[in-house]
């Protein structure tokens, strides 16, 4: 009796392991509605009216292009939700549409609905009346096949654009056929476009953002478009090559050393710390041209905007050197550098600072001008 029951038991559960793989195989299958984070890139939003919104989140900005029929894609999502409009009738229910179609051509459709937490009411002239506080959200999702269309390897792959529209009630969706809405994606696309030439090498690193409105395109305003460093506090080497005069000489140098970046929204800042080699050219005694090297310890923080677009601008950049190997009578021991502001070209990698020598707690000043180029 005993064996038999455990004999059962082992059925038992053998059956049930498969049912509980079966179903974990089925929930992995079965999830088209999953769009991985990290494929959503640039995000641009679109105020409409009536209090109503539109966020769009893509992976390749050139996507964008087809949005630029939006009346089709939206007159294609009312033909396609007509057969569950009984199901979404009752107009208090707080409801949830995911409307995508896949590479294939497949379409999906997601509905959640529930009711408010609380009841509304609006009372006026001795009446009352039941309100709706929450919106609707209507999310829209469009997958382009793999094969990326840009030069951003490290999102190579299937390319998503998530329309998420935030509306007083779903069926508001359809007054958009026929607006300004494609206008305005095209003027944010067109904006889109320009702020991507600046930092080719860079573009994985960068997400852009806009925010826009049908008012501004009736207006014909130009959106403004910001790019926003993507990604975490990280570490990287520090390469740079430097000219400047020391007294009456004029002195090249190299730095190497560690440069610890902190984006955060449109603005980046660097932390460096590292050695620079000075070299000095003049002659000694005998009249023989020498060169004679001189070390420095080097500490410098710089802050600046991503989003300048501009060929130059004033920088947030500070530094403090110190002599730890010298050569020469050029310098006095405990000579100290400081360096403060300046101008920055091509996002400050190449800047031009002002600098003073000092030793003996600021006896001895001299200034000077540093040109630097990091790598």
């Known amino acids: 009796m005993k064996k038999s029951f455990v004999l059962m038991m082992l059925i038992v559960l053998s059956i049930t392991g498969n049912l509980c793989a ?11 509605f999953y769009i991985p984070p990290s494929a959503l890139l640039d995000s641009f939003y679109v105020q409409l009216d009536k209090g109503n919104s539109l966020q769009i989140e893509l992976t390749n900005l050139q996507d964008m292009q087809s949005l630029i029929n939006m009346d089709s894609i939206i007159q294609k999502f009312k033909k396609d939700i007509s057969p569950f409009e009984d199901s979404l009738s009752d107009p208090f229910t707080i409801k949830t549409i995911h409307y995508l179609t896949d590479e294939s051509g497949r379409t999906f459709v997601s509905l959640r609905q529930r009711k408010p937490h609380a009841k509304n009411f609006l009372l006026a002239n001795g009446k009352t009346a039941a309100m709706k506080i929450d919106q609707d959200t209507v999310k829209i999702v469009q997958i382009f096949p793999e094969g990326n269309t840009g030069s951003d390897k490290e999102n190579a792959g299937k ?8 509306l007083n009630d779903f069926h508001q969706l359809f007054q958009y056929e026929n607006t300004r809405l494609d206008s305005a994606l095209a003027k944010i696309y067109a904006a889109a476009k320009t702020r991507t030439h600046w930092t080719p090498k860079n573009n994985h690193h960068l997400k852009l953002t806009a925010n826009y409105s049908l008012a501004e395109a009736l207006a014909d305003k130009k959106p403004i478009v910001h790019p926003r460093f993507r990604g975490n506090t990280s570490l990287a080497l520090w390469l740079g090559a430097n000219m400047q005069n020391v007294y ?10 560690i440069s610890l970046e902190f984006p955060k929204g449109d603005m980046l800042r660097q932390l460096k710390l590292g050695w620079e080699p000075m070299f000095l050219f003049a002659k000694n005694d005998q009249g023989v041209l020498k060169t004679y090297r001189n070390d420095w310890l080097i500490g410098e923080y710089s802050i600046y905007p991503l989003y300048n677009n501009k060929r130059y601008a004033f920088t947030g950049n500070f530094s403090i050197s110190y002599l730890i190997g010298r050569k020469g009578d050029f310098f006095d021991k405990n000579t100290f550098r400081i360096g403060l502001g300046g101008v920055g070209f091509s996002q400050n990698r190449i800047t031009l600072q002002p600098i003073i020598y000092f030793h003996n707690f600021f006896k001895g000043v001299t200034p000077g001008l540093q040109l630097g180029v990091s790598f």
């Open 22 to 32: 079966q179903n974990n195989n089925q929930i992995t299958s079965a999830h088209p």
């Open 248 to 257: 009456q000489y004029i002195a090249p140098s190299a730095s190497l050393g």
């Open 159 to 166: 390319r998503y654009i998530l329309m998420t529209f935030y």
